[in-house]
């Protein structure tokens, strides 16, 4: 076989299976934590505002650490980094016990903060690593293919928070909770809190299996400097081409509205199916699994269809149905306008890494660096669903969903941009 036509290059297939097993890892955190809003809500008797801060935590520590994750990759290598931020996602997920004991919301924000540095940290190495790791001319189908199994870990994610959390929550209300004697409340609350706890620390335990197994095994040199020694970093000069780099630059701001727009619709498909149709919980939880094994099957769909038609193309298609898709749950706040915010799932199938890679595209050695970027734009997480938990407050769970509508709207500007841009098309022979 031709190396044009190899999907990694020889001697990266073990590694290339390590890396997938770590975009699933950060699918089960990351889906574990959607649901923690509502949870928490109820827990601690908060606004859904006040209790988005759990997403504004954990996106925003994607966005502090993505830059020195950069520097990390850029100095030493990639497998180097992959392991500094499985570190320190392990830590974030063991402070889960100490924040059961505490009972304090504060406390549970910090080790998701640091959980998700680590994951920040974890995702800048490995998703370049995965673009390296075989010809150029499928990088962005190569790509598609590890990141589809990042909905293997949402999906158990989700399965998680589902049997092990949401059943636990106490049915009593706010103002249940607040006729309540302190010792009952703290009861109530220490039992749920120790609920959120368990599948954390668990999860810690999984990981630390994943390091050191990346760890013993000795990865082929991803450039250079590995065998030559740490290069010097010209952060500045790199930044400048960056932002000059209009592809480039465009991309950062769709990444920023996708993430924003997929952290917004799983965050509040809860809180959006119990004013749709009513239940508990426990119940409009599993509405959030459905929306994960759609997004998983459609991750696959996808990449097989990346064979046949052009990414940007593709990409276009999918942000406006999410768009139709969001708008009919807000005009139909029933049985249909559910099932519609669970399909919006598979428009997110393919925009995170479909952006990436066509962004990527070409950036030659101001890659690690163009990754960073493409991470920290991932704190359109954090900020959106504070947007889009007011909205819920001040005009309810229906009305709210035009907020990740137009997010999507401008991720089909970029690949509308893209496709009347220069061709680039996959290369038959890459596919």
Not at 97 to 113: D, Q, R
Not at 265 to 291: D, H, K, R
Request: hydrophobic share 55%.
């Amino acid at each position: 076989m031709s190396q044009s036509r190899r999907f990694v290059h020889e001697g990266m297939k073990v590694p290339f299976v390590l890396l997938v097993t770590c975009f699933a890892a950060w699918g089960v955190a990351a889906n574990m934590t959607d649901p923690l809003v509502q949870v928490f809500s109820r827990i601690f008797s908060m606004s859904t505002l006040q209790a988005s801060f759990v997403q504004f935590a954990y996106y925003g520590a994607y966005f502090l650490l993505a830059l020195p994750a950069a520097f990390i990759n850029r100095r030493y290598s990639y497998k180097t980094g992959v392991l500094v931020g499985l570190g320190c996602a392990i830590a974030g997920a063991f402070l889960f016990y100490p924040a059961s004991i505490a009972m304090t919301y504060g406390f549970f924000l910090l080790a998701l903060f640091l959980l998700a540095g680590g994951l920040s940290i974890l995702e800048t190495s490995a998703n370049p690593f995965v673009i390296a790791m075989g010809p150029e001319g499928n990088a962005t189908r190569r790509l598609n293919f590890a990141q589809a199994f990042n909905p293997v870990g949402t999906n158990i994610g989700v399965f998680l928070s589902a049997t092990l959390i949401l059943p636990q929550l106490n049915v009593a209300d706010p103002e249940e909770r607040a006729a309540m004697a302190p010792e009952a409340l703290r009861a109530v609350q220490q039992s749920e809190l120790q609920a959120v706890m368990i599948p954390y620390v668990g999860f810690a335990f999984v990981l630390v299996a994943l390091w050191i197994l990346i760890y013993v095994y000795r990865m082929p040199a991803d450039r250079e400097e590995e065998s030559e020694g740490p290069v010097d970093v010209h952060f500045g000069a790199t930044l400048k081409r960056l932002l000059a780099n209009r592809h480039y630059s465009f991309g950062v701001v769709a990444q920023f509205f996708n993430v924003a727009g997929q952290t917004c619709t799983w965050t509040f498909t809860i809180p959006y199916v119990i004013a749709a149709i009513g239940g508990n919980e426990a119940q409009a939880g599993w509405y959030l699994q459905a929306s994960l094994i759609v997004f998983l099957l459609s991750r696959f769909a996808m990449v097989w269809l990346m064979g046949f038609v052009r990414p940007a193309l593709l990409l276009t298609i999918m942000a406006l149905l999410g768009t139709g898709l969001s708008l009919y749950a807000v005009v139909s706040p029933d049985i249909s306008g559910v099932w519609a915010v669970v399909f919006i799932s598979a428009s997110l199938s393919l925009m995170f890494p479909t952006i990436y890679g066509i962004a990527l595209h070409g950036l030659g050695e101001d890659t690690k660096f163009g990754a960073a970027g493409l991470v920290m734009a991932i704190l359109g997480g954090a900020l959106m669903p504070l947007v889009h938990g007011a909205t819920l407050d001040a005009y309810g769970a229906a009305i709210s969903y035009v907020v990740p509508g137009l997010c999507f709207l401008v991720v089909a500007a970029y690949g509308v941009f893209d496709l009347a841009g220069k061709s680039r098309a996959v290369p038959a022979d890459a596919i």
